[in-house]
């Protein structure tokens, strides 16, 4: 079992930043893909971002490609969401996710956290 837990949503100016952390409770972190999703309200949840264990491989959603940057921390069990450029459109509940193989975190998340809300006001 993974806990994870985020922390680093609130309320951000559109063209601010704001940086999202995720603390997992395995000391193994470093085995699992971590990713980053959201939901708006009246929408369904969407990926944002993922990282391989190892760092080596990323990916991004379109909409926030060139704005957002995953990276993650082994050695403190983290994972974070480098948010930058803000939009309203980005106001949603981040979720926090892990799954053992990269490949399957997009698709199919096996740990989820509680979620973080952030808030984009124009």
């Known amino acids: 079992q993974v806990q994870l837990v985020e922390s680093g949503g609130g309320l951000a100016q559109a063209g601010g930043s704001l940086r999202l952390s995720c603390v997992a409770s395995r000391r193994i972190f470093s085995s699992y893909a971590m990713g980053w999703f959201r939901q708006a309200p009246g929408k369904e949840r969407e990926f944002v971002a993922s990282?391989?264990?190892?760092?080596?491989?990323?990916e991004y959603a379109n909409s926030v490609e060139d704005r957002f940057t995953i990276s993650r921390d082994n050695g403190k069990n983290t994972v974070y969401l480098q948010m930058t450029s803000l939009k309203p459109e980005d106001t949603a509940v981040y979720y926090c996710?892990?799954?053992?193989?990269?490949?399957?975190?997009?698709?199919?998340?096996?740990?989820w956290g509680q979620g973080t809300q952030l808030t984009v006001s124009s």
């Open positions: 990282i391989s264990g190892n760092s080596l491989s990323t």
């Open positions: 996710a892990a799954h053992y193989s990269f490949l399957q975190l997009r698709s199919a998340p096996r740990y």
